[in-house]
């Protein structure tokens, strides 16, 4: 649906997040759309509520769109709009993610911090977004550093 609606503005399309990952259970799918730039998104901004996913005009940042489809109260998809450029949302998003899928012992660590965070913070998305953010950061500087021999 979305290379039918987008395809000549879209450079690659990624799944990401912990549904991405064999083994994390997420009622979220999340996916990266990469464009070479978020200028000309109008076209992105005026057909993707046709197809189910809400804009949120104050959910714009300098190198991210973000279009969540569902109900506010269930979602079910989480589509950013991302920079190729972007290191934070693009390269970093796939370095998160590939590392995880190497890494059991990282996996069962996440699998463990989400479920202890989603049940305190059950009703409030934002904080349990932030207390997971340390240990996400902390897993892509790892990715980065060259493996060991």
Same mark, same amino acid.
């Given at each position: 649906?979305?290379?039918?609606? $987008?395809?000549?503005?879209?450079?690659?399309?990624?799944?990401?997040?912990?549904?991405?990952?064999?083994?994390?259970?997420?009622?979220?799918?999340?996916?990266?759309?990469?464009?070479?730039?978020?200028?000309?998104?109008?076209? $992105?901004?005026?057909?993707?509520?046709?197809?189910?996913?809400?804009?949120?005009?104050?959910?714009? $940042?300098?190198?991210?769109?973000?279009?969540?489809?569902?109900?506010?109260?269930?979602?079910?998809?989480?589509?950013?709009?991302?920079?190729?450029?972007?290191?934070?949302?693009?390269?970093?998003?796939?370095?998160?993610?590939?590392?995880?899928?190497?890494?059991?012992?990282?996996?069962?660590?996440?699998?463990?911090?989400?479920?202890?965070?989603?049940?305190?913070?059950?009703?409030?998305?934002?904080?349990?977004?932030?207390?997971?953010?340390? $240990?996400?950061?902390?897993?892509?500087?790892?990715?980065?550093?060259?493996?060991?021999?």
């Amino acid at each position: 649906m979305l290379l039918s609606n $987008f395809g000549d503005q879209i450079i690659a399309i990624q799944h990401i997040g912990s549904t991405a990952i064999p083994g994390m259970l997420e009622p979220i799918i999340n996916i990266n759309v990469a464009v070479p730039s978020l200028e000309r998104i109008n076209s $992105f901004i005026e057909k993707l509520p046709k197809i189910g996913y809400k804009y949120i005009p104050e959910r714009r $940042f300098s190198d991210r769109q973000f279009f969540p489809k569902g109900p506010d109260s269930k979602r079910t998809h989480h589509l950013n709009l991302v920079k190729i450029s972007s290191e934070t949302c693009w390269k970093n998003q796939l370095l998160f993610q590939d590392y995880m899928r190497t890494h059991a012992d990282t996996q069962k660590a996440y699998i463990e911090l989400k479920t202890r965070l989603v049940e305190k913070y059950a009703d409030n998305r934002d904080e349990y977004t932030e207390q997971k953010s340390s $240990f996400i950061r902390e897993i892509i500087e790892k990715a980065k550093r060259p493996s060991q021999p």
